[in-house]
C-alpha cells in the first residue's frame, strides 16, 4: 500500500471547505471530514482507483469524487507514494493546483 500525502495545496483547500462548511453547520463540517477521509482511504488501498481529470493531460492525475459533496479528491500516482494535489471543488477549473 502507497502512502498518501497532501500536498500544500490540498490541505489548504481542505482548511477553506471545513472552514465554510462549519460557518454553517458544524455536524457538516464533521461529516465533510469523514467523507473527504474516507475518499483518501480508498485511494490509499486502491491507488489505480478513479477516472481522468478533464482537461488535464497527465494519465496519472486521477480523480475520485467524495461522497455526498460537490468534492473530487485530485491524485497523482507514483512509484513511491501517491500524492493529493487538491480537495477540489466541482465548480474549480482543472488544473488550479499545478498553478
Known amino acids: 500500500m502507497k502512502p498518501v ?5 490540498a490541505k489548504q483547500d481542505l482548511r477553506e ?13 464533521i461529516r465533510f471530514l ?3 477521509y474516507k475518499t483518501l482511504a480508498m485511494i490509499e488501498k486502491f491507488p489505480s482507483t478513479g477516472g481522468m481529470v478533464y482537461g488535464v493531460d497527465d494519465r496519472q492525475t486521477r480523480q475520485l469524487p467524495v461522497d455526498n459533496f460537490p468534492y473530487h479528491v ?21 488544473g488550479y493546483w499545478d498553478d
Request: hydrophobic share 40%; net charge positive; glycine share 0%.
Open 5 to 9: 500525502r497532501l500536498r500544500r495545496v
Open 17 to 29: 471547505a471545513v472552514t465554510w462548511y462549519r460557518k454553517r453547520d458544524p455536524h457538516l463540517a
Open 34 to 36: 469523514d467523507e473527504v
Open 74 to 94: 485530485v491524485f497523482r500516482r507514483s512509484a513511491e507514494r501517491t500524492s493529493v494535489l487538491a480537495i477540489a471543488h466541482s465548480r474549480k477549473k482543472p
